[in-house]
């Protein structure tokens, strides 16, 4: 982790004035403003290039400042905060009128969470604010796990001064978060992550919904991760069993880029991305593997169907539906 006090307190200046920070989570980098200022979150959208539509999700130090954001903090928010916050759980809830209708896409509720991150911590606690921090990279495509992630995105606008960076190291959990509506009839999984439904379900002593699919960005989307195509590298992407990609090798008439489990019959490619066998240490890989992948000159990438059973069942799930939107065609 290179950035310290210093770096901290120019954060906090350049965010009161209006200049958008990218800053590190226990998840993904995200790209901030100042979740009041209108114009400021405005340029967020813009520099991404992010439908209006698809909401932002709001950082805060914690419950004390969630309530701020929230026109209404029901119990199991609380419940919801106190297991899991700090931690990859975002919460939606009525949004506050001192959250701009831009920072949820036009729509009435807000995604709330707390990131476990000692940086990007001491960076709200010491600006007194939420900020919003969608991924710090273009609209639908890889999010960024490290801060040379960050500076292959926007490498001109941090030139010119737009955008700081603030280095907190690689991300451990490498996947975004759990997002749990508070504002429909019952919780509901609106985005899979790490925290699963069932500990979600444990927390609150009631059942938990998961609403699998997507959503276009026609009208205001229930929550940030909703959209056909996510998460996607830029070369093209697909999915296939471990039976089927020396056919899926060898059908592409040129580089291919293989991301798969280690295993005797693994296939030749022109690069070969192992990734680890556990859910956690492969969600914390993906990103990172899929922009590997993306700067090998590959004209396709073929990605081995990972497990998706086991204890860990709900984290594979997460990382099936990451793949899946990564893999998906492009509207």
């Given amino acids: 982790m290179s950035a310290g006090p210093e770096e901290i307190a120019a954060a906090v200046v350049r965010l009161r004035e209006r200049g958008l920070v990218a800053f590190p989570t226990e998840t993904v980098y995200g790209l901030g403003a100042l979740a009041i200022d209108e114009r400021a979150v405005r340029r967020v959208f813009e520099l991404k290039g992010r439908p209006d539509a698809n909401p932002l999700i709001v950082h805060v130090s914690g419950e004390e400042m969630a309530r701020r954001v929230a026109a209404a903090w029901p119990e199991d928010a609380s419940r919801l905060a106190a297991a899991?916050?700090?931690?990859?759980?975002?919460?939606?809830?009525?949004?506050a009128d001192a959250i701009p209708a831009v920072v949820a896409g036009g729509g009435p509720s807000v995604a709330v969470r707390c990131p476990s991150h000692p940086l990007t911590l001491a960076l709200i606690e010491t600006l007194g604010e939420p900020i919003v921090g969608p991924s710090a990279n273009r609209s639908g495509f890889v999010s960024p796990t490290s801060a040379s992630h960050v500076e292959e995105e926007f490498r001109d606008e941090i030139a010119r001064g737009e955008v700081m960076v603030l280095d907190g190291g690689a991300c451990r959990a490498g996947i975004e978060s759990t997002v749990v509506s508070l504002v429909t009839p019952e919780p509901t999984i609106l985005r899979p992550g790490v925290i699963g439904a069932s500990e979600i379900a444990r927390v609150l002593g009631r059942p938990v919904v998961e609403r699998a699919g997507s959503e276009h960005a026609a009208a205001p989307m229930s929550s940030p991760g909703r959209m056909a195509s996510h998460y996607a590298p830029r070369t093209r992407a697909i999915l296939a069993d471990r039976r089927e990609l020396p056919r899926a090798i060898?059908?592409?008439?040129?580089?291919?880029?293989?991301i798969a489990l280690a295993g005797p019959a693994l296939p030749a490619a022109h690069r070969v991305i192992q990734m680890p066998a556990d859910a956690i240490g492969y969600a914390s890989s993906l990103y990172r593997a899929l922009r590997d992948a993306d700067a090998s000159h590959a004209i396709l990438i073929v990605i081995e169907k990972p497990p998706s059973g086991g204890p860990d069942a709900e984290i594979w799930r997460a990382i099936h539906d990451r793949l899946s939107r990564a893999t998906a065609p492009r509207g």
């Fill in 84 to 95: 899991f916050w700090p931690g990859p759980l975002t919460v939606v809830v009525d949004r």
């Fill in 250 to 258: 060898t059908a592409a008439e040129g580089p291919v880029a293989l």
